[in-house]
């Protein structure tokens, strides 16, 4: 198992689970790494709340109650609360790199993880010195 968790935007698990392309293929080998033990993850409060809205916005409401207790059903996953102080935190991402609050968000998130490698097609954290992403 690999040392530092990685942490999976929520695109990640829309693509994991509704993607039939080489992108969802792509995720669904990662989810399979994370399932047997050879990686570690962690997401977020705030990243299933995008989630939900993904799924109910693009009408797969019947999806949405599976979709959400199978990924905290997921082994190796953590998912992680969303302190009072994170919006503090996320403004720096905001000024410095001009995210996206949601993005930001995340941003501060995995840093307060000590979280520095992201497994997401957003390409704003290409631009954020000291988080690798992983593309689909």
Not at 70 to 87: G, H, W, Y
Not at 114 to 129: A, C, Q, T
């Amino acid at each position: 198992m690999t040392e530092k968790p990685v942490y999976l935007d929520a695109n990640f698990f829309i693509i994991c689970n509704f993607d039939q392309s080489a992108r969802g293929e792509a995720a669904r080998k990662i989810h399979e790494k994370i399932l047997v033990g050879s990686m570690k993850s962690v997401t977020s409060a705030l990243a299933l709340d995008e989630v939900m809205w993904v799924i109910i916005k693009n009408k797969k409401s019947e999806a949405l109650r599976e979709t959400i207790e199978d990924i905290f059903a997921m082994q190796n996953l953590t998912v992680k609360d969303v302190f009072a102080s994170t919006p503090l935190d996320a403004l720096y991402y905001v000024e410095k790199y001009d995210l996206k609050p949601r993005d930001a968000f995340h941003a501060a998130i995995m840093k307060e993880a000590g979280i520095d490698e992201i497994i997401s097609d957003d390409r704003d954290f290409d631009r954020v010195k000291g988080i690798k992403r992983i593309r689909l």
